[in-house]
Each structure stands twice: as C-alpha cells, then as structure tokens.
C-alpha cells in the first residue's frame, strides 16, 4: 500500500499574498478557497474525442522521460492494464497504481495530458469513456497512478472503485491538452476544486523537477470537508521545498471549527488579493473542477478543442480569454 500521511495545519490568508514570490512563505502556508457546487469532475480530465490525437513521437515528452513510452496515441488503440495495488485516500477516494506492459516502460504522457479509461459493463449496450490525469511522475517506470473519486451514478468511478488487484482496465492516450514549457509564463494561477487537483499536480511537477524553469506558481484548491484536501502532503512538500515561488491557499464549504482559512465559495475579493495580475505581461490561469466551479470561476469549455467564452469571476476581474485555460 501506498504511505500515509496527516494533513498539515491550515494558516490564515494574508492580505498581501500576491507579494509571496519575493517573500519566504510563513510555516505551514496560508489556506484559502473556492466553489464546489454542482456535479462532479471527471478526475480533473477533460472531455476527449477519440479521433486526431497526436503520436508520443510528434510531442515533446516530459523531462527525464524513458525512451519506451507505453502510450503512443495515434493509431495504437486501447491498452489492458492490471491493477495491482489500492490505497484509501478518504471515504470516497482511492488512489489506483495500474501495471504497465512493461517494467521498464514509462507511461509516455507529456505536460500536459491525461487518458482514456473505457468499460463495457454485460448489460450496457455502449462502453463509458472516462479521461484521467494521472498522479504519478512521467518519468517512473512500470506504473501509472489514478486518484479516482466515486460519485454517486458516476459509472466509470463506481466501477474502477469495485476493482480488486489483478483485475483489467482499458486505457488510451495520451490526449494531449495545454502544451507546457520551462518558464513559458512568469506566473500561473491554478484554481482547482476536488478531483480537479489532478491535472494542477501535473504541472506542478514539470515545473518544480526541472531546476530551469522558473515559473511562479500559486494555487487555489477548494473542497468540502478538510478530509477532501487531496495530495495535501505533496502539495505541503512542494510549497515547503520552493517557499517563494509556490503557495497554495485552500478554501473549506463546512470547515471545522478550528479551521484557519477561508470558508464558503471563492470570491473575485480572494481571487483578487491572490492570483497574479491581469495586466502583468506574461500571466497564464488554469481552471479545473465541476460544473458549479467552472460557471462561477471561468464558465465551461464548449468541447475538448473548444474553451468556450470566458465568463464569471475571472472576465469581471479584467483576465482575457488569452489568459485562462480550461482543463
């Protein structure tokens, strides 16, 4: 099984938060955040059309990568991979270490991409296409790692939730989504909300593996219960390891009694004092998580080519359809 870890202590916001990146971050970091309402994310994936999806070999791999990716997109089709390990993350999330072909192959996704997940069930008359972003490292070997969350009637997570090691899930990719490179922006904001942490991680981990790159990162990540902050240790890890570039700032809809940060949705007062500015030059946003997050943060995308018009708290706060990417 997969080690454990307790959540660290929440600290409050500090008003002067956007200044973090000049400033040494105080112990433990500040916590604030954002909107949960309606529906449930898709493991922080996009929707995906199976058609046009470029091969491993026409896309830049991630840093460190092996050169035998078992995903290739293209023609390849789906790949069956065994589950081989399980771990309870909270009671409604589990983290899925699944096998690849190969033990010395490497998954072959790039920052930033996800993958297919499809299940036929014997009474559906259509297979359930599901796109996740994996949690675990590009450049490790022999395995992928899926944080899945269940919702209730979701069929592809109640499935993968009802899966015992040694046990077959077909997968596909990868689908490439927003094409990262070292110091390509100065700044990125990242709002996330749940299983929406997913493709934020991803980046997270280009950027801070690759002792080039430079980009200043803060991170919104919203949930309902502190018992839903996901990858809290590794986010604690990352923020304790490069204090003036990175700072996450976590939101609670029903927070303890105790708890030190925001409660409630996220506003465009919070997004305000801790997001980097619109008018800087060279500022990106990401936004991942379910529907009621999207609408109120950036509004949806249109389709998986399309990212739909910019909406919500981010336009009335002056950021430009250029400046925000909807995962």
Not at 58 to 85: E, N
Not at 196 to 220: E, S, W
Request: charged share 20%.
């Amino acid at each position: 099984m997969f080690s454990r870890s307790a959540f660290r202590a929440a600290q409050p916001l500090r008003m002067h938060a956007r200044r973090y990146a000049t400033e040494t971050a105080p112990n433990g970091g500040s916590n604030t955040f954002l909107y949960l309402a309606g529906g449930g994310a898709l493991a922080g994936a996009a929707y995906w059309y199976l058609g046009g999806a470029p091969t491993a070999q026409q896309i830049q791999p991630a840093a460190g990568a092996a050169a035998k990716p078992a995903f290739t997109g293209g023609d390849q089709g789906f790949l069956s991979l065994a589950l081989v390990d399980v771990e309870n993350v909270n009671h409604n999330t589990k983290r899925f270490r699944f096998e690849l072909p190969e033990g010395d192959m490497v998954s072959g996704l790039h920052i930033a991409s996800a993958i297919l997940t499809k299940y036929k069930g014997p009474n559906d008359e259509k297979p359930t296409l599901r796109p996740y972003t994996p949690i675990s490292d590009e450049g490790q070997q022999g395995f992928v790692d899926l944080l899945v969350k269940k919702y209730p009637g979701g069929p592809m997570s109640t499935h993968i939730h009802d899966m015992v090691p040694g046990q077959r899930l077909d997968f596909k990719g990868p689908l490439p989504k927003y094409s990262w490179a070292e110091n390509k922006h100065e700044h990125i904001g990242l709002i996330a909300g749940g299983t929406g942490i997913a493709p934020m991680y991803q980046l997270l981990r280009a950027i801070f593996n690759n002792p080039n790159d430079k980009t200043k990162v803060t991170l919104v990540f919203g949930n309902v219960t502190e018992a839903d902050i996901l990858l809290k240790k590794e986010l604690a890890e990352l923020e304790n390891t490069h204090p003036q570039r990175f700072r996450a700032f976590y939101v609670l809809d029903k927070a303890p009694r105790n708890w030190q940060g925001n409660r409630g949705f996220i506003t465009k007062d919070l997004l305000k004092t801790v997001l980097p500015e619109p008018k800087s030059d060279n500022v990106k946003v990401f936004v991942c998580g379910p529907p009621g997050l999207m609408k109120a943060i950036s509004g949806d995308k249109v389709s998986p080519r399309d990212q739909g018009e910019l909406t919500g708290a981010l336009k009335d706060l002056g950021y430009t359809q250029e400046q925000v990417y909807k995962f």
